[in-house]
């Protein structure tokens, strides 16, 4: 663990904005940001900015072995670092912003659940824009999106616009509890039956 908080704090000092955080997610933020992973059949899920793996763990661990796992990360030093740790998951290394045809080229139609542990409050409204649209038209219409924000940003006019364009993308949008063992700490948002 303290070989990926360094490797974490690392990839923040090179380009923060990217990383978004300065240490990774917590085992609790993970286990409330993956809730929606099923506990059956062959779900697709796909993860948006895996970072170093807390939320891939988990997922991995939801999943059992079933269905199919695809990990979009931007950075090619964390993307080859998770690939090496968990070789049952799918690691494409390129924005979530093109993540419609990186499902299409791997054959797959739709997600049954999108994680995310993308730091949206520090991207433009153009870039929340096209990455939240690019999660809409990837989930089924029964689809689950989960994603957090840090309690201390949850003002911030970034995260308040993405609170606006969540309720604008989903018909339902539930905040949950905050997790105050997390490094700052988070709360989750869990978005269900995006708008089209």
Do not use: K
Request: net charge positive; proline share 9%; charged share 20%.
């Amino acid at each position: 663990m303290a070989n990926e908080s360094a490797l974490f704090l690392g990839q923040f000092l090179r380009s923060p904005a990217l990383t978004g955080a300065v240490a990774p997610s917590s085992r609790r933020l993970s286990s409330a940001v993956c809730v929606p992973v099923p506990e059956r059949g062959d779900p697709v899920v796909v993860e948006l900015g895996p970072g170093t793996g807390p939320f891939t763990a988990e997922i991995q661990r939801r999943l059992g072995g079933r269905g199919r796992h695809l990990a979009v990360e931007i950075n090619p030093r964390l993307a080859a670092h998770l690939a090496a740790r968990h070789p049952g998951v799918e690691f494409v290394v390129d924005t979530a912003a093109e993540l419609p045809a990186l499902l299409a080229a791997r054959g797959v139609a739709a997600a049954d659940v999108i994680v995310s542990g993308l730091p949206w409050a520090a991207f433009s409204y153009g870039h929340q824009s096209s990455v939240l649209r690019a999660v809409v038209e990837s989930l089924s219409p029964e689809g689950a999106f989960t994603t957090f924000s840090y309690v201390h940003a949850r003002t911030l006019p970034p995260a308040l616009r993405f609170r606006r364009r969540l309720a604008e993308s989903f018909e339902e949008v539930v905040p949950g509890r905050t997790v105050w063992r997390n490094l700052p700490p988070a709360f989750v948002y869990h978005a269900r039956r995006p708008r089209r």
